[in-house]
T-cell receptor
C-alpha cells in the first residue's frame, strides 16, 4: 500500500520559477528520499534525509522534513525545462532503511 | 553510488507465455532485493521482497505463483511473470539494498500482446 500522499499531483511552471512539492506519510520512518522519473524511464535518486535531520540541500534542491507533522517538501529553485519529470517521495519503513514505500508522485512541467 | 543492472529494459511477449527479468547488483552484495510495479501514470507499488537463499515475501494482493522470484546468489534476483496476460503489462523495477540506501535498476517495460 502507498504510505505517502503528494501534492500537488501536477504542477506547471515557467522556467526560472521555483517548484515546491509536498509529501505526507503515515508511519514512523528511518529516512525519506526523493526521486525523479522521466517519462517511461527509471528512477533517479535526488536526495535522502534522515529522520533526525530537518533540512538538506543539494544544488538547486532543498528538502525539509517535519517528523512531528509526518511531512516533507522538495523545493527546486530556478527551474529548468530539463526538470520536467515526475517526482516521488519514498519512505523507508524497515530497519535497514532500504524497503521503500512511494508517494503518489507530482508531475512537474517546466515550460521554456 | 552502487550500481544495479536490470535486464531486459523492454520486452514484448505473447499472452500465455512467461517472461524473466533479471536484477543484478554489480559492485556490491545484496541479501535483499525488492521488486516494484508501476502502471502508467501511477506510482511504484512494492510487489515483493526477495531474500537470498530463502523464499520471497509478497505484498498483499500479489500472486506468488504468478510472479516467481528467485534470489539464488547475493548479486542476482529474478522475477518471472508466468502465463502473462495483457493486464500484466507494466513497468517493473527492482532495487537492491546497500547499507541503508536502496539503489534502483533501470526498469523493464513489459508489454503483453
Amino acid at each position: 500500500s502507498q504510505q505517502g500522499e503528494e501534492d500537488p499531483q501536477a504542477l506547471s511552471i515557467q522556467e526560472g520559477e521555483n517548484a515546491t512539492m509536498n509529501c505526507s506519510y503515515k508511519t514512523s520512518i528511518n529516512n525519506l528520499q526523493w526521486y525523479r522519473q522521466n517519462s517511461g524511464r527509471g528512477l533517479v535518486h535526488l536526495i535522502l534525509i534522515r529522520s533526525n535531520e530537518r533540512e538538506k540541500h543539494s544544488g538547486r534542491l532543498r528538502v525539509t522534513l517535519d517528523t512531528s507533522k509526518k511531512s516533507s517538501s522538495l523545493l527546486i529553485t530556478a527551474s529548468r525545462a530539463a526538470d520536467t519529470a515526475s517526482y516521488f517521495c519514498a519512505t523507508a519503513v524497515n530497519n535497514a532503511g532500504n524497503m521503500l514505500t512511494f508517494g503518489g508522485g507530482t508531475r512537474l512541467m517546466v515550460k521554456p | 553510488g552502487a550500481v544495479v543492472s536490470q535486464h531486459p529494459s523492454r520486452v514484448i511477449c505473447k499472452s500465455g507465455t512467461s517472461v524473466k527479468i533479471e536484477c543484478r547488483s554489480l559492485d556490491f552484495q545484496a541479501t535483499t532485493m525488492f521488486w516494484y510495479r508501476q502502471f502508467p501514470k501511477q506510482s511504484l507499488m512494492l510487489m515483493a521482497t526477495s531474500n537470498e537463499g530463502s523464499k520471497a515475501t509478497y505484498e498483499q494482493g500479489v500472486e506468488k505463483d504468478k510472479f516467481l522470484i528467485n534470489h539464488a546468489s547475493l548479486t542476482l534476483s529474478t522475477l518471472t511473470v508466468t502465463s502473462a496476460h495483457p493486464e500484466d503489462s507494466s513497468f517493473y523495477i527492482c532495487s537492491a539494498g546497500a547499507d541503508t540506501e536502496a539503489f534502483f535498476g533501470q526498469g523493464t517495460r513489459l508489454t503483453v500482446v
